[in-house]
């Protein structure tokens, strides 16, 4: 079968692996489309896990052979795939930190080599570990709206760690991808969303994806500008602390998520939150950034900064209901489909994204 190989940084190659076996409890999966995801792309960037890797872990597909003592799937199933899974007995999983559970950080899907996804490969072996977090993708559903449950997990699982009460008021800061989701999530659940992006693209579909108030930075030269300088899309220079000021009555807003890896941005975000508020990391993945805070901010305040990483399997079903239903209509979110063939270019648009490119995704066989 045909693979795309991780043999190094920025290296990525065409190979062809033999199809994985599958044992007793194992399914094979024709692999239908792939998400490129920011993590998968830290990794190919950065070379921060050796190789050789098949990645891609956003995973939608047709399951063609099952292993003796799988139940409850059978060939011709179409289904979303889920490789990372708790064990729900460890330590970490009484507190729910299912993240940090060591079974967890294993990685239960691969293409060959040291398992790490594999969706960028005709077939996947799924373990029987990770079993419990394949949904099957209803007929009216596509492969693409499949694949994008494992990113919509994550946020889901994010915004739950905000405390937050109907009608409260949080600030999304970045619409890319994830930005759009949490712009999204929020809205449904009844909280007013301010979405901030450089692209006024973004921010249209942000306002589509139900965000109540829209701001626009100055466009940056290098780096993203500080908060304080930037102005809404009337091109009126409202700051957005005089905005923030209107919308809350001057409370300051009860949350803020953070998707984009600036620094500037935490810190003022930091500053628009009100007491006892909280600020959500989710882009800052990349290890060796250190920021300055006023630590007053967090004891004296309460402030809580806190973060978010990775996907929780128990919230699936709530996932996979808000996808299928189109409640929440990923395929809106999705701009640009690249055959296996060409995932490097996936990857780097992903990396690189365009005004109007939002999740990119590796698609075989034309099927969507
Ligand atoms: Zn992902
Ligand atoms: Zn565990």
Known sequence: MRAVVYRGPNDLRVETLPVPHIRAGEILVRVAVCGVCPTDIKKIHYGTVPPPRVFGHETAGTIVQTGALVRGFRAGDRVALHHHIPCLGCHACRHRAFAQCAQYKRTGITAGFEPAGGGYAEYVRVMPFVLPGVVKIPAGNSFAEGAMLEPVNTVLKAVKRLALL??????????????????????????????????????????????????????????????????????????????????????????????????????????LVRGAGQVLLFSHTKRGEHAEMDLATICVDEKDLIGSYSADVTLQREVAQLIFTRKFDVRQLITHEFPLGQTAKAVHLAAHPSAESLKVVVVQNSVT
């Open 166 to 271: 109907p009608e409260d008021t949080v600030l999304v800061a970045g619409q890319g991808p994830i930005g759009l989701m949490f712009t999204r999530l929020l809205s449904l659940q009844g909280i007013k969303v301010l979405a901030t992006d450089l692209l006024e693209t973004r921010l249209r579909l942000a306002k589509a994806f139900g965000a109540r108030h829209l701001f626009q930075p100055a466009s940056p030269s290098d780096g993203p500008a500080p908060l304080s300088a930037r102005k809404n899309p009337k091109g009126t220079h409202d700051s957005i602390e005089s905005l923030v000021e209107r919308i809350t009555r001057g409370r300051g807003f009860d949350a803020a998520v953070i998707a984009v890896p600036s620094a500037d941005v935490v810190r003022q975000a930091q500053r």
